[in-house]
T-cell receptor, first 113, second 112 residues
Framework: KNQVEQSPQSLIILEGKNCTLQ??????????LRWYKQDTGRGPVSLTI?????NTKSNGRYTATLDADTKQSSLHITASQLSDSASYIC????????????FGKGNQVVVIP | NAGVTQTPKFQVLKTGQSMTLQCAQD?????MYWYRQDPGMGLRLIYY???????DKGEVPNGYNVSRLNKREFSLRLESAAPSQTSVYFC???????????FGQGTRLTVV
């Protein structure tokens, strides 16, 4: 069964500090990997989407990396802000389509002043 | 640009009652999906519609039915609600089967 494991499950960081979230997956064959941000009580919103051949992609203060050989991805948040408090979900798309997306459980990030 | 709109946002049902969750997208997407999100679990696919006129079961279809009313609208029906269906339901849409999915704001359903 395709699986996506995220770590840490939750973390608390001080405003202005950086943090890195990890995602390991076993999905194969692989089409793309996505990171979503989900604010409390809201739907997931896409941050980045990377194909097999991409190693890094940025969206403002968010930078995602992908190592397809080791099946690992990370999401780095730079100079965190209070609005970064959310769950960050790693989603892996297999080759055969969105109906088989594998969702991680999310990294719960709390930014404190 | 509204994106994906779900109604209602909140709902409380008694066991055995029925209801329909509505979803509409204004992005001219072909594919639409219904997910449920439970504490401590990743989103799980209930049903999806690859294109207008087609629907298929996902990972957890039992107790649900869907209708792809037209290209814009995809509804999810609970015929006889059970407490195990207490969850947050998300509708999503995408241009095609492997492109980025856009999510609605969710419907929080409680079955008592």
């Amino acid at each position: 069964k395709n699986q996506v494991e995220q770590s840490p499950q939750s973390l608390i960081i001080l405003e202005g500090k950086n943090c890195t979230l990890q995602c390991n997956y076993t999905v194969s064959p692989f089409s793309n990997l996505r990171w979503y941000k989900q604010d409390t009580g809201r739907g997931p919103v896409s941050l980045t989407i990377m194909t097999f051949s991409e190693n890094t992609k940025s969206n403002g203060r968010y930078t995602a990396t992908l190592d397809a050989d080791t099946k690992q991805s990370s999401l780095h948040i730079t100079a965190s802000q209070l609005s970064d408090s959310a769950s960050y979900i790693c989603v892996v798309s297999p080759y055969y389509g969105n109906n088989r997306l594998a969702f991680g459980k999310g990294n719960q990030v709390v930014v404190i002043p | 640009n509204a994106g994906v709109t779900q109604t209602p946002k909140f709902q409380v049902l008694k066991t055995g009652q029925s209801m329909t969750l509505q979803c509409a997208q204004d992005m001219n997407h072909n594919s639409m999906y219904w997910y449920r999100q439970d504490p401590g679990m990743g989103l799980r696919l209930i049903y999806y519609s690859a294109s207008e006129g087609t629907t298929d079961k996902g990972e957890v279809p039992n107790g649900y039915n869907v209708s792809r009313l037209n290209k814009r609208e995809f509804s999810l029906r609970l015929e006889s609600a059970a407490p195990s269906q207490t969850s947050v339901y998300f509708c999503a849409s995408s241009t095609g089967p492997v492109t980025e999915a856009f999510f609605g704001q969710g419907t929080r359903l409680t079955v008592v």
